[in-house]
């Protein structure tokens, strides 16, 4: 009779620690999914910080281009002189300048309008290096300013 009641001893312990490995497993489980959704927020969040940052690139290039281009102009109206003016400037093909960016980029003329950026040797009458770099710090600050207001802090996307 020992051996019986012995044996169900043995059996309803051996049934607690089932119970219990099993309630182990489901902790685990929760557990192991709760990890997986923190995962996958994060990389959600890294996607879109990443789109972000890929998208800041992308308009980087395109000023760079931009600011090459108007170098260039630039450059070209300091050598052709004050009576040549802007009229000399060459097209950026005609001048054999690469527009500074890559391949199916979407880089678009700059305004060479003295009148709008307040530099130029048609707008200050000459070669006058002091206005001419006057007008220059004019043209930076802008496009400083105008770069300052598009970095404003942008809300990510909610995640679902």
Do not use: C
């Not at 050598?79 to 690469?98: C, F, S, V």
Request: glycine share 8%.
């Amino acid at each position: 009779m020992t051996d019986i009641s012995s044996l169900q001893q043995t059996v309803a312990a051996a049934q607690e620690a089932f119970e219990r490995t099993g309630e182990q497993y489901a902790r685990s489980r929760k557990h192991l999914t709760s990890l997986i959704n923190i995962v996958e927020e994060n990389l959600r969040e890294k996607r879109v910080a990443l789109a972000q940052n890929e998208a800041q690139r992308e308009r980087m290039v395109r000023e760079y281009g931009q600011l090459r281009h108007m170098l260039h102009a630039l450059v070209m109206t300091a050598e052709a002189g004050p009576r040549e003016g802007l009229a000399a400037i060459p097209a950026p093909a005609q001048a054999g300048m690469d527009p500074g960016a890559r391949p199916g980029s979407r880089v678009g003329p700059v305004a060479l309008d003295p009148a709008a950026n307040d530099a130029g040797p048609a707008r200050n009458g000459g070669g006058d290096s002091e206005q001419l770099r006057a007008g220059l710090k004019r043209v930076i600050k802008r496009k400083r300013a105008q770069a300052a207001k598009a970095r404003k802090p942008e809300e990510p996307a909610p995640a679902n």
